[in-house]
């Protein structure tokens, strides 16, 4: 199947989905579940393709020699990303139909449409093709928070699109900038990755610094870390669950992707040079996001902060450029995309039950709702990483790297979130599970079956990747270490070296 086609299925669904009738909830689920399966099955096609391209085609010649060219690439990391953002969309839409009620029809339609801006972004080739796709989701993202979300969700839609959109913006600077300069210079510039690479190690070191300042903020945003991540508790925690599973689960991914397939691969010395400062980042957003997570008071929020926190571990690890670190950040998109995900989607459904996000009003649901128990068990002992799931293979490769390159010390202090997370894992559970509740409600019904067979493969997958990590190593090692410094040692002397030149 032609890449093209992965692209265009969940267009077509987001299309279709709107000239369903939304007066027979059945039905609709129905339709929309069944888009959603054969999008997924589209999703799959890049994993199992392998490394795939389609020729590139010029799009656009905007000004002077400069070159816009439309192309789709996959190889390991976008592969599994679109196959995450395939697993993740059918388990969003089954769990949110109590929520959405009659509107899931114009649920489905805004989450296919996101579906289709993330894929663009995964796939892309061009950077401005890739900036065109990560402006696109922004819209989607904002009406699922805006439309569907809690009491607060105008403001946390307003904020989130403000503080992505100024992210974005040095971004789209940046792109300017490189086309002025070609202009200037009169040189053919194409956009494509391997051409912009090109052409950064001909321009001036300062410019480029600037470049590579410009398209680090906005993935820094993305992320988010610290102080960026002021959107974030509110889009979480306000935004529907579904919705801020997919946010958690596949959008905050983007920022990690943007690292891995462009700030590092076209900036590798100024990434270097760098690295000591976004290896403090990282650390600094682990233990700002674990501390936090730890004074909530409610589940979504506890959520929201500890997905900041492992996030901020897989910053720091990536920039040790170590193989080990690499294969780490890996695992973890796929680990911590199913992980956290799946306590959104079940904390919805909790959330349905109580009436309430506060953690006190959800006790003794192991008593009330025993299915419930078993899964959000489940997906809090994964999110922790406890061993034999697929987030302690990701843990263990990121720490080991930053020990192996800034020693013990950074290595305990990155440690030590992971102990936190633990601690308030571990409260939330017992909490939710075990504790008494401060509501009136005696009993609650139980996970229905489409959910709990939604988010029953989520877990199981965990398990799968912890005791057989393989595929996903496999896929992300050969294709992203022929792109990024083997050593931050290694590139730090080649960047001396040139300098010196």
């Given at each position: ?215 680090s903020v906005a993935f820094l945003v993305k992320l988010p870390v610290v102080p960026f991540h002021l959107w974030q508790a509110d889009a979480y925690s306000e935004g529907p669950a579904a919705g ?258």
């Amino acid at each position: 199947m032609n890449l093209h086609l992965v692209l265009l299925a969940p267009m077509l669904a987001s299309v279709l989905t709107l000239f369903l009738s939304g007066r027979d909830g059945a039905s609709t689920l129905r339709a929309v579940l069944f888009f959603a399966f054969v999008v997924a099955g589209a999703s799959f096609v890049p994993l199992a393709m392998g490394e795939s391209t389609t020729e590139l085609h010029t799009w656009l010649r905007p000004v002077g020699n400069l070159t816009v060219r439309w192309g789709l690439a996959a190889d390991g990391l976008s592969a599994w990303l679109v196959a995450l953002t395939g697993v993740l969309v059918p388990v969003a839409l089954a769990t949110a139909r109590a929520h959405v009620g009659e509107r899931l029809r114009e649920f489905a339609a805004a989450v296919f449409f996101l579906q289709a801006g993330l894929v663009g972004v995964f796939l892309s080739v061009d950077l401005l093709q890739f900036y065109a796709f990560f402006e696109v989701i922004l819209l989607p993202s904002t009406v699922l928070i805006a439309m569907f979300g809690g009491r607060e969700r105008r403001r946390a839609a307003l904020l989130f699109l403000l503080f992505s959109l100024a992210g974005s913006i040095p971004l789209f600077v940046s792109i300017w900038w490189m086309a002025a300069e070609s202009v200037r210079m009169q040189s053919a510039l194409a956009l494509d990755f391997e051409s912009v690479r090109v052409f950064l190690a001909t321009v001036d070191p300062q410019a480029r610094f600037w470049l590579f300042a410009a398209a680090s903020v906005a993935f820094l945003v993305k992320l988010p870390v610290v102080p960026f991540h002021l959107w974030q508790a509110d889009a979480y925690s306000e935004g529907p669950a579904a919705g801020s599973a997919l946010l958690t689960g596949i959008m905050a991914k983007v920022g990690l992707y943007g690292f891995l397939r462009i700030v590092v691969p076209l900036f590798p010395m100024e990434a270097a040079l760098y690295a000591n400062f976004f290896v403090g980042v990282g650390l600094v957003t682990m233990l700002t996001g674990a501390l936090i997570a730890l004074r909530q008071r409610e589940v979504r929020r506890v959520l929201a902060f500890s997905s900041l926190s492992h996030l901020g571990l897989g910053l720091a690890a990536l920039f040790t450029f170590r193989p080990e670190a690499i294969a780490g950040v890996v695992v973890l998109v796929v680990a911590h995309g199913l992980s956290a995900a799946a306590l959104f989607f079940l904390t919805g459904i909790a959330e349905g039950w109580a009436r309430s996000r506060h953690i006190d009003d959800f006790g003794s649901l192991a008593k009330r709702a025993p299915v419930f128990a078993v899964l959000f068990a489940l997906a809090g002992l994964a999110s922790v990483g406890l061993p034999g799931t697929a987030g302690f293979v990701a843990e263990l490769l990121m720490l080991f790297s930053l020990w192996k390159v800034y020693g013990v010390a950074v290595a305990l202090v990155a440690g030590s979130t992971v102990v936190l997370s633990a601690a308030y894992t571990l409260r939330l559970m017992q909490k939710m599970l075990f504790g008494t509740s401060h509501t009136q409600a005696e009993s609650s019904p139980d996970v229905p079956a489409l959910e709990a067979l939604s988010i029953a493969p989520l877990l199981v997958a965990l398990v799968v990747f912890g005791f057989m990590p393989g595929p996903i190593l496999k896929a992300g090692r050969p294709d992203l270490l022929t792109r990024l410094p083997s050593a931050q040692a290694k590139v730090v002397e080649d960047a001396t070296h040139a300098a010196a030149r």
